[in-house]
């Protein structure tokens, strides 16, 4: 699902689902929910298959050199929020039959088959979905009607009362994880499984946006960086590859209501500020590659740090998420979805409506 990210106000739950790209977790049975750790399954290196993407009430899928169209879901009034599993077999999307209608998390294998309501009766979605390591629970933040929690009217009213739950994909049942009385969004799992990483905390500038983490379980939770952020901080965490870091996009230095795009140590360490490029200009939506320690982030256009390097503007809209084997952005844009290579030049484009899209791995 596609966070879009916008200045005090309430985004609906159709704009949630659409723009500046992604956003990533979780319940199996419950006796699984007590002290499991999942590991990450041994994959080798991910090829590109289909690509994903929502338009209206559809779900097209293509072939990865955009042949092939056809049209792997339909009948439902929107959709969005598309995630495929990691091992690339299942795809997770949020669904709802008509406007206004509370959102549905559905689980279906890659061609479609075999759905799986996995969440029901959502009325604000406030994340993308995040599948666990091994593929066998889905993590979200969504709008909890009469928790209590911190105050941020009228910076971010979607943030408000926003808590973490975890489905299982066999449908077994919904639970609630973390602190009841933090608002808390965007989950993402560790690579081992063990944690998820989310921002926690309140969107006025007098209360702050900060990076937590918690076990997978929900328990354990706490504060893992005094990086802070207002309204949209923290809308999107994403572990690197290896699990050693998280970024997110945070406040500036010098403006807790500017966004720059902070790295952080899995143990709270080295915090380390590596956007501030353009200088004044927001910089949010940080991703890593897939297969090293590469970054990309939005700051009116994408921008690309490779490891060791300094960060470069890529020309043209550009795209901002990785391609499965790390060789290739993709996103939308005004026109349809553009992919392009890791200089900025456009490989191949998918006219048309676009709103989520999702590119799924392929392993041998």
Known sequence: MDIA?????????????????????????????????????????????????????????????????????????????????????????????????PWDLIVVDSDGA?????????????????????????????????????PCQPWNGEFCTSRIFRAAV????VRQIGDPALDARAPDWSRDGSTIAFGGGGAAPTVGVQLFVMDADGSNVRQLSD??????????????HDGTKIVGQAGAAD???????????????GETNVGAYPQGIDEVIPSWAPDRDALTWSAEGIILREEGADPVRLPGDGAGLWSPDGQLLY????SGIVVTDLDGTVQMTIEGPAGDVAWQPLFD
């Not at 495929?84 to 299942?90: A, E, T, V």
């Not at 759905?115 to 969504?142: E, M």
């Not at 066999?170 to 049942?173: E, I, L, N, Y």
């Open 5 to 101: 990210v916008r200045r005090q106000g309430v985004p609906r739950a159709v704009l949630v689902f659409a723009v500046l790209a992604l956003l990533i977790t979780l319940l199996v049975a419950t006796v699984a929910f007590i002290g499991t750790r999942p590991t990450r399954p041994v994959l080798a290196a991910a090829t590109n298959g289909q690509i994903a993407f929502s338009s209206g009430g559809d779900i097209i899928v293509v072939e990865p050199d955009g042949t092939g169209r056809r049209t792997l879901i339909s009948g439902a009034s929107e959709t969005g929020g598309l995630e495929y599993s990691p091992d690339g077999r299942r795809l997770a999307y949020w669904s709802r039959p008509r406007a206004g209608a």
């Open 114 to 150: 075999n759905p799986v309501t996995i969440a029901s009766g959502i009325a604000d979605a406030t994340s993308d979905s995040a599948w666990s390591p091994d593929g066998g629970s889905v993590a979200y933040s969504a709008r909890t009607p009469g928790a209590k929690g911190t």
């Open 170 to 173: 066999d449908g077994s049942g």
């Open 227 to 240: 990086v802070v952020g207002s309204d949209w901080a923290f809308v999107r965490v994403d572990w690197s």
């Open 255 to 269: 403006d807790i209501t500017n966004w720059d795009i902070w790295v952080i140590n899995a143990d709270g360490s």
């Open 331 to 334: 996103g939308t844009t005004d």
